[in-house]
């Protein structure tokens, strides 16, 4: 734990890369992770295999789903884990004690974290399986995450204990697996006010599959001078031999990546800040679900590239 309080084959992804903020920055951000056979330490508690090493004395989650059969719905912490939070409204999860939970409703939000330890530089891994939807808006639903984000996705306005809008601390990257078939990656710095989105087409512009076990890795960390990256990452094997992890997504945050002036001011920060802080919550989200998996999921702090 952290110090710091507060299967067979190689599945090739296509991308069609659309950069609505101006394209990926150039120059080199470090090594790829190793394409050699993992070890036992190059794997999670559920043997997916891990692309960045492991920060030495840094935080680490897994989904305790593996017993204890139950259902949990919005606003209650899972008794077998306090750091597992379900947020948002008119949802449940059922875990059914196999490994595996069923989420359902209308907005889902699941906090991984507590207020009095933080989250940096993370490598988050999950099995994720579409089923159905309760309405038709491929476009704005989908597997969602949020890193390096605070206690701020509010509705209305609530002091911090700097005195500003609460939602100040809602800032977060964002990551999401859209059902229409598009990667997006943003920037929040205010909730509810995102940048312009980062859009790429893994599935060669045909929707996100129904009924499969897709393997997702949401990767962030800090770069030299301030610059943060984000990478997504997929495994069409169903975790076989740790995974078959493909990169289908990037995005660098050097500068320029902005909001509306007037909302940055209201929170003092620069219109294009770079979240550099560790923060004590990632979320996983959705909305409109009437049945969708997860499976495996796990949370690690990674040590970056220096090369």
């Known amino acids: 734990m952290s110090s710091r309080t507060r299967a067979p084959g190689v599945i090739h992804l296509l991308l069609g890369v659309t950069l609505a903020c101006g394209g990926l920055p150039t120059g080199s951000p470090g090594p790829e992770p190793s394409d050699e056979e993992p070890t036992a ?4 508690d559920f043997g997916t295999r891990n692309l960045y090493p ?9 989904a305790r789903w593996n017993e204890h059969p139950r259902t949990l719905k919005a606003l209650q912490v899972d008794p077998y884990d306090p750091e597992f939070q379900m947020r948002g409204s008119q949802h449940t999860l059922e875990i059914l004690g196999d490994g595996t939970a069923r989420s359902s409703g209308e907005i889902i939000r699941f906090y991984i974290g507590t207020p009095d330890k933080t989250w940096l530089n993370t490598e988050l891994t999950m099995y994720a399986m579409r089923v159905s939807e309760t ?6 639903s989908g597997f969602e995450f949020q890193t390096r984000t605070g206690d701020g996705h509010l509705e209305k306005f609530e002091s911090n204990p700097a005195g500003l809008d609460r939602r100040c601390d809602g ?16 920037k929040e710095l205010k909730h509810p006010v995102y940048t312009n989105q980062v859009t790429a087409l893994p599935w060669k512009g045909q929707p996100l599959p129904r009924g499969t076990w897709v393997g997702i890795k949401v990767i962030t960390y800090d770069l030299p001078g301030g ?7 997929l495994d069409l094997t169903d975790g076989a031999n740790g995974g078959t992890w493909e990169k289908v997504h990037e995005h660098i945050d050097a500068g320029g990546w902005s909001i509306p002036p007037e909302v940055a001011a209201t929170c003092r920060i ?17 909305q409109d679900i009437r049945e969708q998996w997860y499976k495996k999921v796990t949370i690690r702090e990674i040590q970056p590239p220096t090369g």
């Not at 330490?41 to 999670?44: H, I, K």
């Not at 620069?270 to 959705?286: M, V």
Request: no cysteine.
């Open 135 to 140: 309405s038709w808006d491929p476009g704005s």
């Open 41 to 44: 330490e190059d794997r999670d």
């Open 54 to 62: 492991s920060e030495p004395q840094g935080r680490k989650w897994a």
């Open 171 to 186: 800032h977060a990257y964002s990551y999401a697996l859209r059902f229409d078939g598009r990667a997006v990656l943003e």
């Open 227 to 233: 610059q943060v990256k984000q990478e997504l990452w």
């Open 270 to 286: 620069a219109p294009d800040q770079r979240i550099t802080t560790p923060e004590p919550f990632i979320i996983l989200r959705n």
